[in-house]
């Protein structure tokens, strides 16, 4: 395992904008998928976005157009900039690393959108 440090929760108003980070505190050998998850409370964690090490990403519809993932390889960090924020994206954030060798999450940062 690979320790995941996140930062940038927050609370925001609804129509605001907020950047998640999340760095590896090592390099992850590629190939591998990065990606952002959230949950609330009685659910199940959702996949919000994520991103491969050759660049090819993919959004939940309900953020397509808002959000918008990225990453850097060296060092191996992913990041989700939030704009046009919704009260429903209120939720605990994680990040996800997944690679051949290592699988690692976040401890999760909380996003609330205030109407």
């Known amino acids: 395992q690979v320790e995941l440090v996140e930062s940038g929760g927050g609370l925001v108003q609804a129509g605001g904008s907020l950047t998640l980070s999340c760095a590896a505190a090592a390099v992850i050998s590629r190939p591998y998928t990065r990606a952002w998850y959230r949950q609330v409370p009685g659910k199940q964690r959702e996949l919000v976005a994520s991103l491969t090490s050759d660049g090819t990403s993919i959004y939940v519809d309900s953020v397509k157009g808002r959000f918008t993932i990225s990453g850097d390889n060296v060092p191996s960090s992913v990041f989700l900039q939030m704009d046009s924020l919704k009260p429903e994206d209120t939720a605990v954030y994680y990040c996800?690393?997944?690679?051949?060798?290592?699988?690692?999450w976040g401890r999760g940062s909380q996003v609330t959108v205030s109407s």
């Open positions: 996800h690393f997944k690679s051949l060798a290592i699988e690692s």
